[in-house]
Structure formats: structure tokens, C-alpha cells
């Protein structure tokens, strides 16, 4: 009496993959990742977008508390200190200007917030340093506006998401230049065509870039983005404004 081991070594022998089959599998394979992985990556989008507007509403919020303990004026987009101060990153800063940045962070106490995640291989990452950069810019219209002067608050930004590696007055690229925001090709829609935007009630929402009307005369830098010269019309995101009489 054989064993059923003994039986299976004497009966017929198993019958491999062959080519074709292992070329078909593998063929499935990537037809499934080609198609998943697009997938994921909009996911992992969609998760830094609303990390994005996380940071974009704590912002927002560090706006009203510092306008609230400065007799109802925003916060200006830069002024000239007075003696040495303490940097976010704890370094002593003597000259130059004290950013916007600077004046949020006793509000924040978190570098990390004033960073979108989406930022990529843009190098003007901030960190708490006096780079005159970052991945957000404030609204230069609104920016040092009284509360009062606000009569459209729903519809006038103090940040958005801006091109970090920009230069201002024309030319090429370079990094720490769009920490104010008042050109429309500043602007990055960096979230699957999108952009975050923080406004001065308090809410935050993401818009696409050609839904961005700029009020008053553009001064266009970047020619070749679409649509950089466009003015309002009516029904459009008001975004520039702070409606000052």
C-alpha cells in the first residue's frame, strides 16, 4: 500500500506557467497599477489640499486674533522693526523687516502652518527664518486694512496659495519672492488645479485659478499664463478688493 505521498510523486506530473500565461499576468498587473496609481496619487492630493486648508483656516484665525489685539487693523505685509526681535526659529534678527509671517506666529507657534504640503520642489520653504518666502502669500490689497473698511469680508482673501520660486520684477525664477501676493500669476493651483484660499470672515475655500478676477490694472509678469491680463465682471470671486471707500 503506497502512501498518498508515494502517490502523488508516482502519478502525473504538475504542469507549469507557460510564457504566455506568466506574460498575461504580468500584463494585468500593470494595467491595474497603471490604473490605481493615478488613483492614489489624487488621493494623497486631495489629503495635502485639506492639510493645506487646515493651515490656511489656523492662519485666518491668527489674522482675527491679531487684528482684535491691534485695534481692528490687519496685519500689514511687512514693517520696519524696532530693534532687535526673536525669529519663529529663534535666531535674533537686528535689520531689515519684520514679515507677516513673524507677526502670526505668537498666534501659531508653529513654522509648519505658514507652509503649504504641496509645495514640492519649490525651495522657498519657511522655516522660521527671515526669508522675505514661503508657499503662502498675503493679499497685498487687504493687507493693514482697518475692519471697517471689510464690507465684503466673504469675498476678500488675506491668503492664498502663491508660486513660491518667483520673481517679481521680471525675468527668471527665483526662490523667496511671493511673500506678498498682487499679481494674478502669483497665484499657484497647485491642489489638482486649484488654489486655497483663506477670506477675511474667516472661511476657507479652494477655487480654480481662471475663477480669480483681478480688480483694478494687472501688472502681468508672466505673459504666457493663461488668462494673466482678465478683469472682473460680474458674479466673479472678488479676491483683490478690501473695499476701501
Known sequence: ???????????????????????????IIAILAAILFPVFARAREAARASSCRSNLKQMGTAWSLYTQDYDELSPRSNI????????????THSAGVLLWHTMLHPYLKNVGVVDCPSGGGESSKYTGN??????????????GAALAQYSRPAETS??????????????????GC??????WDELADRHSDTLNVAYADGHVKSIKKRNVAFEGTPSVVAPSDEMA?????????IFWRADVP
Not at 510523486?9 to 500584463?27: D, H, M, N, Q, Y
Not at 526673536?86 to 535666531?91: E, I, M, S
Open 130 to 143: 527671515y526669508t522675505g518666502g514661503g508657499r503662502y502669500g498675503q493679499n497685498a490689497v487687504s493687507a
Open 229 to 237: 491680463s482678465r478683469k472682473t465682471t460680474g458674479g466673479e470671486d
Open 80 to 91: 520696519s522693526p524696532v530693534g532687535p526681535y526673536t525669529l519663529p526659529n529663534g535666531a
Open 158 to 175: 488675506i491668503y492664498a496659495d502663491v508660486r513660491s520660486n518667483y520673481h517679481k520684477g521680471g525675468g527668471a525664477d527665483i526662490a
Open 1 to 27: 500500500m503506497h502512501s498518498s505521498r508515494s502517490l502523488h510523486r508516482s502519478g502525473r506530473p504538475r504542469k507549469a506557467f507557460t510564457l504566455i500565461e506568466l506574460l498575461v499576468v504580468i500584463a
Open 178 to 183: 511671493c511673500y506678498t501676493l498682487d499679481r
